[in-house]
């Protein structure tokens, strides 16, 4: 298996572009409401990506219809938007990639829409602090294996699954590089780390079983038995200190 390594001015770009995927990230959370229809929050990452200078990575990437995928409580990944209007008690999904200057940057996040259940709320916890424990583990001279093992103890450690038949990947020049990354695996195990990789780490639970099914909208990912799952996802490139974030 061949894994890209960028050059320093190469990580530089990327950390260009996942800055302005932040900032673009952060508008359309303030702008997230009950009552707001996920079509409308797609028709805002298109204008503002292409405002940034950037293109959006997913819209035609397989046939997908839009810039943004949106994937409200069940629904785990690539949910297509639609007018479906969030609720209060919602939990919702956004999954945004752009390009920028011939690189691709990649970040999602899990937001409450209002006044969310306890169960709801640790779900989100759980995974965000899984994706911060995961880029813990980003050093030159760990394993894949290392990472994948970092979220799965941790969610498995408080009562949650991961999803196990989709992943992180490698980015850079392509949306989805090598190397596969699990959210499940075993210490010391797969490729090492080295200085210049750039990852995207994306850590996805549920509350029930971890199984998977595809959603009615052809793109989506649901849960099988229709709990409720969380995704957060960062681009990090690997330097000699350990993990830069550059989607933050």
């Known amino acids: 298996m061949i894994i890209s390594i960028k050059t320093p001015e190469e990580i530089a770009i990327m950390a260009q572009a996942g800055q302005i995927l932040a900032k673009i990230i952060r508008k359309l959370k303030a702008k997230v409401k009950p009552g707001l229809t996920t079509q409308e929050l797609d028709k805002l990452a298109e204008e503002l990506i292409l405002k940034s200078g950037g293109k959006p990575a997913f819209k035609g990437y397989r046939g997908f219809p839009a810039s943004l995928c949106t994937s409200i409580n069940e629904e785990i990944v690539h949910a297509v938007p639609s007018k ?50 995961a880029m813990a583990r980003v050093k030159p001279g760990k394993t894949i294996g290392d990472i994948s093992f970092a979220i799965q103890k941790h969610v498995q450690a408080q009562g949650f699954q991961v999803v196990r038949q989709l992943c992180g990947h490698g980015i850079g020049r392509q949306l989805h590089e090598k190397p596969d990354i699990p959210n499940f ?3 010391h195990k797969g490729p090492e780390l080295k200085t210049g990789m750039v990852l995207a780490l994306e850590p996805m639970v549920v509350i029930g079983q971890p199984g998977i099914k595809k959603a009615p909208d052809g793109f989506g990912y649901q849960t099988a038995d229709n ?22």
């Open 84 to 133: 479906r209007k969030l609720n209060e008690g919602d939990i919702l999904s956004l999954d945004l990639g752009i390009i920028y200057q011939g690189f691709y940057s990649d970040m999602a996040v899990t937001l409450p829409i209002g006044s969310i259940s306890p169960e709801a709320r640790q779900l989100i916890q759980i995974t965000k602090k899984a994706l911060r424990k």
């Open 185 to 187: 695996g075993h210490l």
């Open 227 to 248: 709990s409720l799952s969380a995704h957060f996802e960062h681009t990090v490139a690997i330097i000699s200190q350990g993990a830069q974030i550059l989607t933050k």
